[in-house]
């Protein structure tokens, strides 16, 4: 089950953060409030979940998990310069 979310993921990251919500507690683990991941839902979701498992795993962001939290602000960033660029393009 954790490989299928790990492969969901990639592809839609927003639902799997409800399905983290809703059916485990491993945000509730991560964040000590509902804020950060409403914000993280709405504006960098790879980052939202980069953190919760640097947080459960290892218990902070260092090491290899500060390498796959700056990769998932990378992929949030680049996703967002990606539709900008489709969005001028179609004008």
């Known amino acids: 089950m954790p490989c299928l979310l790990a ?5 839609f990251p927003r ?3 409800v399905l983290l919500v809703v059916f485990s507690t491993y945000m ?10 409403i914000l993280g839902f709405l504006f960098m979701p790879f980052t939202t979940l ?5 947080i459960n795993s ?14 998932a602000v990378l992929l949030d960033l680049g996703s967002y310069g990606h539709t900008h660029r489709t ?5």
């Open 50 to 54: 980069a953190y919760a498992l640097a």
């Open 7 to 11: 492969i969901l993921a990639l592809g």
């Open 58 to 71: 290892n218990g902070g962001v260092s090491g290899l998990y500060l390498v796959i939290v700056i990769l």
């Open 28 to 37: 509730d683990r991560a964040y000590q409030t509902l804020l950060w991941p």
């Open 87 to 91: 969005a001028y393009r179609k004008r």
């Open 15 to 17: 639902l799997v953060i």
